[in-house]
């Protein structure tokens, strides 16, 4: 019975015209709207992508065509406090995005800062995890800078 069930429903699931979201649209993933961007180097840079394309998913007001998002990422660590035997008690990570918005019409550039700080646990594999946590709260916020700001120059005349 299970087995003539599960051919059933693949049947049925196709003829009600079900497509899966993420699947490829002529062998090529699909743009979220009119805005690409373009692919960030390392694991910061993969966040901060994946949160631009999140923030900038909704669109941009005035935008009629297609435009390209192209990122300059550059992210330091900094040890602030250290103990008396040398150990970090807090670190602090600084981000900064220089970006260019490129179409056929368009040409928008800026740049964004962004600071976050953590306190430093004393086990090194938690010092890793707050570093990584610390630069994904980074590129959330940097992210949300960029759209911000590129929605405010399309704002202004």
């Known amino acids: 019975m299970k087995r003539l069930l599960a051919p059933l429903l693949l049947l049925a699931t196709g003829a009600c015209g079900f497509q899966p979201v993420y699947a490829p649209v002529n062998g090529q993933y699909a743009e979220s709207g009119l805005i690409s961007v373009s692919p960030i180097e390392g694991r910061e840079g993969h966040m901060l992508r994946r949160a ?26 900094t040890r602030l406090a250290l103990l008396p035997d040398g150990a970090a008690s807090r670190s602090s990570i600084m981000a900064s995005g220089s970006y ?24 090194p594999y938690g010092d890793i995890a707050a570093q990584t946590d610390a630069g994904d709260r980074a590129m959330r916020v940097l992210a949300k800078q960029i759209a911000d700001d590129i929605r405010l120059k399309f704002a202004s005349p």
């Open 52 to 77: 631009l394309q999140e923030e900038l998913a909704v669109g941009m007001p005035g935008l009629t065509e297609p435009v390209t998002l192209t990122v300059n990422l550059q992210s330091d660590l």
């Open 100 to 123: 260019r918005l490129e179409g056929e019409n368009v040409r928008v550039t800026g740049r964004s800062e962004v600071e976050t700080g953590f306190l430093v646990p004393d086990s």
